[in-house]
């Protein structure tokens, strides 16, 4: 049985080294098939002897060989440890892939939030971009879904069938569809502004969060404000299938509670916008203090 395939990208610090090698050294330890990459003057450092023996690392030039100089500003590196990167993810997801050994996910620290792209670019979601299709068809309801990506739109197996049902789009103004009467349900990812569009548009939503502030947003949406639910992703992988986002759409299109909350937070926040409203308020507070 094939293992999955992890590669796990670090900003070169020791605050972001130190617990993702741990993490990389614990997927391994798990039967995760881990490649761990960041800069090849911090690979050389590592003492191998407390690292996992099936862990690989992948090193690669951050444009300052011979360490930072005095001058160098740490926006100056940064810029460097990016552009020089991303350029070297892209080379090792390639080789991976010619090779006949893709990797199945991307790991980053926050340093390097670029590296979603990239992952992205290569298609390293593809099995999941899969089962949410494969969702939304077996849901039976229309839809308009946005994939960034064109070209990866055209791959779906289920194309020609998604076509029949919904839209498939490179970009839509997310507010002008939120306040729209036909939608009825919101999938997202539960980044903040989209969670604050969606709470302001009175929409439920089913949140599907991968990274930064999303799983916090989650379960405020879930259990707090009562809005929507979260997706549960399957043991092992983490891979949310397609009879999952099925349930989640279903729950939400279906549950009047959650439908009676969002119109109720939609108020809320229109409260706090109109004239002598908390939000109202305080920012001419603000103006009047700066």
């Not at 050389?44 to 690292?51: A, C, N, V, Y």
């Not at 020089?84 to 390097?112: E, K, M, R, W």
């Not at 990506?149 to 779906?156: E, F, I, M, N, S």
């Not at 439920?204 to 809005?227: G, L, R, Y």
């Amino acid at each position: 049985e094939r293992k999955t395939k992890i590669l796990i990208v670090a900003y070169p610090t020791q605050g972001h080294i130190n617990p993702s090698l741990r993490f990389a050294n614990r997927l391994v330890n798990l039967g995760v098939n881990a490649t761990y990459a960041t800069s090849a003057s911090v690979i050389q450092r590592i003492d191998m002897q407390t690292t996992h023996h099936g862990l690989t690392f992948a090193p690669f030039s951050d444009g300052h060989h011979d360490g930072l100089q005095p001058t160098t500003t740490l926006h100056q590196f940064h810029s460097d440890f990016s552009t020089n990167c991303a350029s070297a993810v892209a080379d090792i997801i390639s080789s991976a892939a010619a090779a006949g050994q893709p990797f199945d996910h991307l790991v980053y620290t926050n340093g390097v939030p670029w590296a979603a792209k990239v992952a992205n670019a290569h298609s390293l979601e593809s099995n999941q971009v899969e089962e949410m299709a494969s969702g939304l068809v077996e849901s039976g309801r229309p839809f308009l879904w946005v994939i960034r990506d064109g070209g990866q739109a055209g791959k779906l197996s289920k194309i020609e069938v998604l076509k029949k049902q919904g839209m498939i789009v490179s970009w839509c103004s997310q507010v002008e569809v939120l306040n729209h009467q036909a939608i009825g349900c919101f999938l997202m990812h539960g980044g903040w502004n989209s969670t604050v569009e969606s709470l302001t548009a009175g929409v439920p939503s089913v949140v599907f969060s991968q990274w930064s502030d999303q799983a916090t947003n989650a379960k405020m949406i879930e259990d707090v404000w009562k809005t929507g639910i979260k997706v549960k992703r399957r043991e092992g992988d983490g891979m949310v299938e397609g009879k999952e986002i099925k349930r989640c759409v279903e729950m939400v299109m279906e549950d009047g509670e959650m439908r009676r909350n969002a119109e109720k937070w939609r108020e809320l926040a229109r409260q706090a916008l109109s004239e002598g409203g908390s939000s109202a308020v305080n920012l001419q507070a603000f103006v009047e203090n700066v």
